[in-house]
């Protein structure tokens, strides 16, 4: 093709191709059993398949209403006060979005202006600062420290001025599988309390907790809640990233400037899926039990490599399952990981990628979102290493 000879001056100069599509790509080349990008190698539920099925033969292929089935906006607001207490009207404070990506992106583009501050938590989830970037704001990095992974508050307060428009939360947390407490939650409230700030709340993995631990959803906390984008998706939770169909929650002030941005942003999204989750949402077994579901891979593959050189940070929730390899090389994550895959056909995620300068903590992110067999394979090769 060829080239117009004037460029157009990127918005984004430090962004490349995601680490995520970097490392599928070089496990499909490499024949690599592919434990970096978090998706299931296995099949979501039948049931889910026929409805969808089901809601294209009965017609149901034309847009669906801007913000979402109503039946899909009602089911998700029964089940966020079943479990956590806070109360969403359907019809003006629950928007159906393409993933959790394009509500991340959509919450972001609409609320925050040129110089605006926003803090976010380093090692971070990759989308969230290209979006605050092209909106024109500013990130506020706070590094999170390992193992632990938890938040400072005092270092948080500190850094709250005039210019801060919005704190972005992630529990549990992507990638180092930590959960924010109950006690998080409330120090937030507190520090927040008076402002104007909002939050936005990244809580994809609402669903995936182990060793008990319950799930501190914004939507607990009337006084949280009132500022906040609530941000989920049930890729994680029906084992279908595919289909790419998220929501978000916020009050109606808030929802209404979302969806301002949402409607020329995609309009709406997939009908027959919206109307097979709305179906699928009666069974609540099928949500409530992932976190046994995930709590026996999870178990299983950090047994089947504790012979192994590797060593294991804790994992509260989601799928990921930090190894550092300290032990075993001086590589930088970024190489060792691709030397992992080359050489013995172990794809995973160098965690350096999900901070703003360079921190090579010699520690990758591996998805137990696979079969046990996947995963007795993949450890029975990291236990050679
Ligand atoms: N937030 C976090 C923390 C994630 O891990 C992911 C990806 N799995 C997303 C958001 C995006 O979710 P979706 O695939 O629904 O866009
Ligand atoms: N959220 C998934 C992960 O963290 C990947 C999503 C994507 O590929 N963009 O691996």
Not at 245 to 251: E, M, R
Not at 311 to 328: E, M, R, V
């Amino acid at each position: 093709m060829p080239q117009l000879s004037a460029s157009i001056k990127s918005k984004l100069p430090k962004v490349g191709t995601t680490i995520f599509s970097k490392m599928s790509a070089l496990a499909a080349q490499e024949n690599a059993i592919n434990l970096s990008q978090g998706f299931p190698d296995f099949d979501c539920s039948p049931k889910l398949v026929e409805l969808v099925s089901k809601a294209m033969k009965s017609g149901a292929n034309q847009y669906a209403p801007m913000s979402g089935l109503i039946g899909l906006r009602e089911q998700i607001s029964e089940k966020t006060e079943k479990l956590y207490t806070g109360k969403y009207k359907p019809d003006t404070e629950v928007t159906i979005t393409a993933g959790a990506t394009q509500a991340i992106f959509t919450a972001i583009a609409a609320s925050i202006e040129e110089g605006d501050e926003v803090i976010i938590f380093t090692p971070a989830y990759d989308c969230y600062e290209p979006a605050i970037d092209l909106a024109g704001g500013i990130c506020i990095f706070v590094e999170l420290k390992s193992p632990e992974y938890r938040i400072n508050w005092d270092e948080v307060k500190k850094l709250i001025n005039q210019r801060t428009k919005m704190v972005i939360i992630n529990t549990p947390h992507n990638p180092t599988g930590t959960i924010m407490t109950g006690q998080d939650m409330l120090q937030l409230e507190k520090i927040l309390d008076k402002s104007d700030i909002l939050v936005l709340s990244d809580e994809v993995y609402e669903h995936i907790l182990f060793d008990g631990y319950e799930h501190q959803s914004v939507a607990r906390f009337p006084k949280l809640a009132e500022r906040s984008f609530i941000i989920s998706s049930f890729g994680k939770t029906y084992h279908t990233t595919g289909w790419k169909i998220g929501y978000c929650l916020a009050p109606e002030k808030l929802m209404t400037e979302f969806r301002k941005a949402h409607q020329y942003n995609v309009f709406s999204v997939h009908t027959p899926s919206q109307q097979a989750y709305a179906e699928f949402l009666e069974y609540e077994d099928e949500y409530l039990n992932l976190k046994h579901f995930y709590q026996k891979k999870h178990d299983l593959f950090k047994d089947a490599i504790k012979e192994s050189r590797f060593n294991p940070y804790q994992t509260a929730g989601s799928y990921f399952q930090l190894l550092d390899y300290s032990n075993i090389s001086d590589e930088n994550d970024i190489e060792f990981a691709e030397r992992l895959t080359k050489e013995f056909k172990i794809a995973s995620i160098p965690t350096s990628v999900f901070y703003n300068r360079k921190v090579d903590q010699k520690v990758l992110r591996f998805c137990f979102a696979k079969q046990d067999e996947t995963l007795l394979r993949a450890a029975e090769i990291l236990n050679k290493i």
